[in-house]
């Protein structure tokens, strides 16, 4: 039996659906704990082309069960509108459950999200418009609605009655926006809990079931570490705690039943939205990561700022995650540079940082240190063994593992599930 997380370990977009899709095959289960449809990746296969924001990408293993856990932020509509293209493809979404414990996101909070973004003007976030905070707020608020709220049709009523005439005054008062109809909504999401009824549960009950006959399974973390609520570059950060410990709130599973922690890693670092980024480079060469990378957001579009691996930032994911190994994505990005470098530590006055202030102006003026590596100047998307990688690109992953002090797992030399090169499997 294993239960292993996988995290983002940078700013997101370090491409864990990849890395999530190859460990599915051997898992039973697959949960996702935090975080909701700001997250969003695009799956290609034999059975088509999709876009997943909520569903865990386990669902194309026919074997798996994939599970939305108490800790995610579920729009409902989102969740409808995916299960739908799945089945439009003849892919059985009958093993995908949801917590009756996760939080609801209504129309209102993605409203709320956009006008309170614009309303931070030059300190705004950049948020993904998805409703995310408002409904985090909400929970933490003791007001927000539940996922099992939508079974029942009476506390469905009544619980929104109150928040509709609550948020319709937030709306007007604060920013002159028009109101929401209560019969509206009340119609529509009772509707969408008659069509979610199979899917919602007690997902507490399934995980601790399954780890009691000792099933494989694997915590699909979403966001990534640095836009940790907590440690992330707040308040550029994003309103749930996409880190390893977020696994055993988003899923009500004890830090020790977890047996392995993976953290997902680019050869390089990106950014969307606001917020200090040490290692951003704004000349050529991050303009050819971004297009070599395609680097444009999946759930936005907009165009990722992009920079040098930070092993700064790295070694404080490695900590904080508990990480027992690391994936490295995106290494063929590299390819045509001749020289790569690599972030080793900070400058900040005449202080030399080996970790990540939690002062953003700090962060803003610390100023990266770097190792310059040779380059290798040459494709190895066709690469299958480790060892049959250029010289000078085993240097660089390896001078990353030893900067950050943790091994490597897996790497990856594109984007096919045939590119993933595993060195120490997760599961047995
Ligand atoms: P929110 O999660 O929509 O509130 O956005 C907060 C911050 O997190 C913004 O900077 C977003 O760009 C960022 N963010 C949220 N989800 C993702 C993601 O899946 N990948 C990358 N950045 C994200």
Not at 252 to 271: H, S, W
């Amino acid at each position: 039996m294993a239960v292993v997380a996988v995290v983002g370990a940078q700013w997101g977009d370090e491409g864990k659906g990849q890395v999530i899709d190859v460990l599915a095959e051997k898992a039973r289960i697959v949960a996702r704990y935090q975080g909701g449809s700001n997250a969003g990746h695009t799956v290609v296969n034999q059975l088509g082309h999709f876009r997943l924001h909520l569903v865990p990408s386990g669902i194309f293993h026919p074997e798996t069960i994939c599970i939305i856990g108490n800790g995610v932020v579920v729009d409902p509509a989102v969740l409808l509108q995916e299960i739908e293209a799945l089945q439009q493809h003849h892919i059985d979404t009958s093993r995908l459950y949801v917590s009756d414990r996760a939080h609801v996101v209504l129309p209102y909070h993605l409203v709320l999200d956009r006008l309170a973004d614009e309303a931070r003007g030059e300190q705004r976030i950049g948020t993904t418009g998805r409703g995310i905070g408002p409904a985090y707020e909400d929970k933490v608020a003791r007001i927000g609605l539940r996922m099992g709220d939508l079974l029942d049709a009476d506390l469905l009523r009544e619980k929104l009655r109150f928040l509709v005439e609550y948020k319709n005054k937030i709306l007007a008062c604060l920013y002159n926006a028009p109101p929401f109809s209560f019969a509206e909504l009340y119609d529509t999401y009772r509707r969408y809990g008659e069509r979610l009824a199979p899917h919602i549960t007690d997902t507490f009950a399934m995980i601790h079931a399954a780890i009691r006959r000792g099933d494989n399974i694997l915590l699909e973390g979403a966001q990534a570490t640095l836009l940790d609520l907590d440690f992330g570059t707040y308040p550029y950060v994003t309103a749930s705690s996409p880190t390893v410990g977020g696994a055993c709130t988003g899923l009500g599973i004890g830090p020790r039943l977890i047996t392995r922690a993976i953290g997902v890693f680019k050869a390089y670092y990106t950014r969307v939205g606001s917020g200090p980024f040490p290692t951003e480079l704004t000349d050529a060469t991050g303009d050819l990561i971004r297009e070599r990378g395609r680097e444009y957001g999946t759930t936005t579009g907009r165009p990722r700022r992009c920079g040098w691996f930070d092993a700064v930032l790295a070694r404080y994911a490695v900590q904080l995650n508990g990480l027992d190994g690391f994936a490295l994505n995106a290494l063929s990005v590299l390819d045509p540079l001749p020289v790569v470098k690599i972030c080793t530590a900070y400058r900040y006055g005449d202080q030399v940082l080996d970790l990540p202030p939690a002062s953003l102006s700090v962060l803003s003026q610390c100023v990266p240190i770097y190792e310059e590596l040779p380059g290798w100047q040459e494709p190895i998307g066709h690469i299958r063994r480790y060892g049959d990688l250029p010289a000078n690109a085993r240097r660089f992953v390896e001078r990353i593992a030893e900067l950050i002090n943790c091994r490597l797992d897996m790497l990856a030399v594109g984007l096919k599930r045939e590119q993933v090169i595993t060195l120490h499997p997760a599961f047995d």
